[in-house]
């Protein structure tokens, strides 16, 4: 739905195509929602659903060409740039940084943790105003912090394997703000 929503709004305030039609009438903004959904799910999961079944969830409402012809526009409009990495993205290419001594169970439970705490920063603008890799960031060290299995041997190691991967000598500007709100 995270992704869906990204589309959505890109499109919307993108300017191009339809998408001011889409900020005046209440059914092309439903049938935009409807093929950002769609699109996100085409491209982010690992099910197949074809548009036959998008069209029945709106009972009908929005045909098969409808939204095969909004799914081009958002396309079109946003350039076909669709590939944007997510905050959680970068959350799990970091957590396979861990040290190879880390028990599997214990990464997978920071996974969960940093699950949760993306679960709460949706609902808070303040995330959306950074970029994705420093929310990831910003994420990630504030599990590191709250976590109590990791020995401080294999918290420095994964500190400086993520800094070196992430080409930084210092956090950037953001991530301790970031890491801050979670």
Same mark, same amino acid.
């Given at each position: 739905?995270?992704?869906?929503?990204?589309?959505?709004?890109?499109?919307?305030?993108?300017?191009?195509?339809?998408?001011?039609?889409?900020?005046?009438?209440?059914?092309?903004?439903?049938?935009?929602?409807?093929?950002?959904?769609?699109?996100?799910?085409?491209?982010?999961?690992?099910?197949?659903?074809?548009?036959?079944?998008?069209?029945?969830?709106?009972?009908?409402?929005?045909?098969?060409?409808?939204?095969?012809?909004?799914?081009?526009?958002? #396309?079109?409009?946003?350039?076909?740039?669709?590939?944007?990495?997510?905050?959680?993205?970068?959350?799990?290419?970091?957590?396979?940084? #861990?040290?190879?001594?880390?028990?599997?169970?214990?990464?997978?439970?920071?996974?969960?943790?940093?699950?949760?705490?993306?679960?709460?920063?949706?609902?808070?603008?303040?995330?959306?105003?950074?970029?994705?890799?420093?929310?990831?960031?910003?994420?990630?060290? $504030?599990?590191?912090?709250?976590?109590?299995?990791?020995?401080?041997?294999? #918290?420095?190691?994964? $500190?400086?394997?993520?800094?070196?991967?992430?080409?930084?000598?210092?956090?950037? #500007?953001?991530?301790?703000?970031?890491?801050?709100?979670?």
């Amino acid at each position: 739905v995270g992704i869906a929503m990204l589309y959505f709004d890109r499109y919307l305030s993108s300017g191009k195509g339809q998408s001011g039609d889409s900020l005046q009438s209440k059914d092309q903004f439903q049938l935009a929602a409807i093929a950002s959904f769609y699109l996100a799910i085409k491209l982010n999961e690992p099910i197949v659903m074809g548009i036959d079944h998008m069209s029945r969830m709106t009972r009908g409402f929005y045909s098969e060409e409808e939204i095969a012809t909004m799914e081009q526009d958002i #396309l079109f409009s946003l350039e076909w740039r669709v590939s944007s990495p997510t905050p959680m993205d970068f959350v799990r290419h970091l957590l396979e940084l #861990l040290p190879e001594s880390v028990h599997p169970s214990c990464a997978e439970g920071m996974l969960q943790s940093a699950k949760m705490k993306m679960e709460f920063a949706k609902s808070f603008i303040f995330f959306s105003s950074h970029k994705p890799s420093i929310v990831g960031v910003g994420c990630i060290m $504030c599990v590191m912090s709250e976590t109590k299995n990791l020995t401080q041997t294999e #918290l420095t190691e994964f $500190c400086i394997r993520m800094s070196t991967a992430m080409h930084y000598e210092q956090l950037p #500007l953001g991530v301790l703000d970031v890491q801050q709100r979670f």
